[in-house]
């Protein structure tokens, strides 16, 4: 693949860099090949190299790759599953049975913060940071700061960086340039824009109301597993799924608020074919490949360009055909401009009126990325009776408070 003919040979020569390639392109080869190659052979000095990714999913894909490419090398490879119990199984000895470490930021970050550290990080010789963008944003969802403290921590002048993702914002490509030593950038085709193995499309639904029927519709039309469908909060997700479930489909949901043990049976499920439809937040929308996603749908229109191209590439991945179908409302004409232009250079078809629509200043862009719209709940239930439910329930909770109260008094 194009990504590891470019990358390949330059961090083989101990260069820094950034890389930009589209969704499915083989990234993961890209940089676990010279992981390996410049290791040599297993030691038992400790972790050498590390590898950062914004979620857990991810993470846990790439140590599922670099485990199957490594078989028969001896290379140990480990990935940090709980914090707390990675800081009492990783000492002075125990960690020296391990050659790379995947993790997530805040993993890693709660390690060090253990006094004394739970991990040392003066040994390692390679630090790589995937969907490196999502982890330079600020705020609540970035890791800009916890990915701060884990460069300081890598204090061995050896130490090469590396950073990969899908799509680049300027400021990224600016640190990096400004930081890293040397670094080569690499780009596969056009910057932050879609992978044209995915036929896109964007639906106009009017209303909150019309995204249901058009789901609907998609369904009694006939569609050919396995699909993702986006939201855009977990409450959605849960709300959706709600619904779906009445349709006589196999379909589940994914999200931050379900254990970790539910999120990796239900990946595992939607793998192996048992789930048809998996409804899904932005935790899922970087870097994880699923083999053969037909379609996605994006129920809820993305914040931005990048969350789109991110979405999408969930399906057309590796060179096979996918399809993208996007729900828009009268609310969402704001952000149109931005995801039609993607759309337009992937070589899809947009609509001539939406061309004319004005672009969103960079200010506004950011404010709606950080306040995304309020929408109504999905549900066919009228709100009559949703509000007498929750009025119930409140009324049980506060009797169940009261009787908590008057056992305590008499004991």
Same mark, same amino acid.
């Given at each position: 693949?194009?990504?590891?003919?470019?990358?390949?040979?330059?961090?083989?020569?101990?260069?820094?860099?950034?890389?930009?390639?589209?969704?499915?392109?083989?990234?993961?080869?890209?940089?676990?090949?010279?992981?390996?190659?410049?290791?040599?052979?297993?030691?038992?000095? *400790?972790?050498?190299?590390?590898?950062?990714?914004?979620?857990?999913?991810?993470?846990?894909?790439?140590?599922?790759?670099?485990?199957?490419?490594?078989?028969?090398?001896?290379?140990?490879?480990?990935?940090?599953?709980?914090?707390?119990?990675?800081?009492?199984?990783?000492?002075?000895?125990?960690?020296?049975?391990?050659?790379?470490?995947?993790?997530?930021?805040?993993?890693?970050?709660?390690?060090?913060?253990?006094?004394?550290?739970?991990?040392?990080?003066?040994?390692?010789?390679?630090?790589?940071?995937?969907?490196?963008?999502?982890?330079?944003?600020?705020?609540?969802?970035?890791?800009?700061?916890?990915?701060?403290?884990?460069?300081?921590?890598?204090?061995?002048?050896?130490?090469?960086?590396?950073?990969?993702?899908?799509?680049?914002?300027?400021?990224?490509?600016?640190?990096?340039?400004?930081?890293?030593?040397?670094?080569?950038?690499?780009?596969?085709?056009?910057?932050?824009?879609?992978?044209?193995?995915?036929?896109?499309?964007?639906?106009?639904?009017?209303?909150?109301?019309?995204?249901?029927?058009?789901?609907?519709?998609?369904?009694?039309?006939?569609?050919?597993?396995?699909?993702?469908?986006?939201?855009?909060?977990?409450?959605?997700?849960?709300?959706?799924?709600?619904?779906?479930?009445?349709?006589?489909?196999?379909?589940?949901?994914?999200?931050?608020?379900?254990?970790?043990?539910?999120?990796?049976?239900?990946?595992?499920?939607?793998?192996?074919?048992?789930?048809?439809?998996?409804?899904?937040?932005?935790?899922?929308?970087?870097?994880?490949?699923?083999? *053969?996603?037909?379609?996605?749908?994006?129920?809820?229109?993305?914040?931005?360009?990048?969350?789109?191209?991110?979405?999408?590439?969930?399906?057309?991945?590796?060179?096979?055909?996918?399809?993208?179908?996007?729900?828009?409302?009268?609310?969402?004409?704001?952000?149109?401009?931005?995801?039609?232009?993607?759309?337009?250079?992937?070589?899809?078809?947009?609509?001539?009126?939406?061309?004319?629509?004005?672009?969103?200043?960079?200010?506004?862009?950011?404010?709606?990325?950080?306040?995304?719209?309020?929408?109504?709940?999905?549900?066919?239930?009228?709100?009559?009776?949703?509000?007498?439910?929750?009025?119930?329930?409140?009324?049980?909770?506060?009797?169940?408070?009261?009787?908590?109260?008057?056992?305590?008094?008499?004991?």
């Amino acid at each position: 693949m194009p990504i590891q003919m470019q990358a390949i040979p330059v961090m083989l020569h101990g260069r820094e860099l950034l890389a930009s390639a589209p969704t499915g392109s083989g990234k993961t080869l890209a940089f676990s090949i010279p992981i390996l190659m410049q290791l040599k052979q297993p030691t038992n000095k *400790g972790f050498r190299a590390l590898i950062i990714s914004p979620t857990r999913e991810l993470a846990s894909q790439i140590h599922r790759e670099l485990v199957k490419i490594s078989e028969g090398t001896g290379f140990r490879i480990h990935m940090i599953h709980k914090a707390a119990v990675a800081a009492k199984k990783f000492g002075p000895k125990s960690s020296k049975k391990f050659d790379i470490l995947v993790t997530t930021p805040n993993r890693l970050i709660y390690l060090l913060k253990q006094d004394p550290p739970g991990i040392e990080l003066t040994r390692y010789r390679s630090c790589f940071v995937i969907s490196s963008d999502k982890l330079f944003e600020d705020g609540k969802t970035g890791f800009r700061d916890q990915l701060a403290s884990i460069f300081l921590a890598c204090t061995s002048h050896k130490v090469r960086r590396a950073m990969f993702s899908a799509t680049f914002a300027y400021d990224v490509e600016q640190w990096c340039k400004l930081n890293l030593d040397s670094v080569i950038t690499v780009s596969i085709g056009t910057r932050n824009s879609a992978v044209e193995t995915v036929e896109q499309e964007l639906l106009f639904v009017g209303s909150e109301t019309g995204k249901l029927l058009a789901m609907r519709e998609l369904i009694k039309k006939g569609f050919n597993p396995p699909v993702l469908v986006f939201v855009q909060s977990i409450e959605r997700a849960k709300e959706l799924f709600h619904e779906l479930i009445y349709e006589g489909i196999n379909v589940d949901i994914i999200h931050a608020d379900r254990t970790q043990e539910q999120r990796d049976n239900t990946v595992h499920s939607f793998r192996a074919g048992k789930i048809w439809v998996l409804i899904c937040t932005a935790l899922l929308a970087r870097g994880i490949d699923f083999k *053969g996603v037909n379609l996605v749908i994006n129920y809820d229109f993305p914040t931005s360009s990048v969350e789109y191209i991110h979405r999408i590439g969930r399906t057309g991945r590796a060179g096979h055909k996918g399809k993208a179908v996007t729900f828009f409302t009268e609310d969402d004409k704001p952000l149109l401009r931005s995801i039609a232009n993607v759309i337009q250079q992937a070589g899809c078809p947009v609509p001539e009126y939406i061309r004319g629509f004005q672009k969103l200043l960079s200010k506004q862009k950011k404010k709606m990325i950080k306040k995304p719209l309020q929408r109504e709940s999905i549900s066919t239930t009228p709100k009559y009776f949703l509000e007498n439910a929750k009025d119930k329930r409140k009324k049980i909770i506060g009797q169940n408070n009261k009787k908590k109260v008057a056992l305590k008094d008499k004991s």
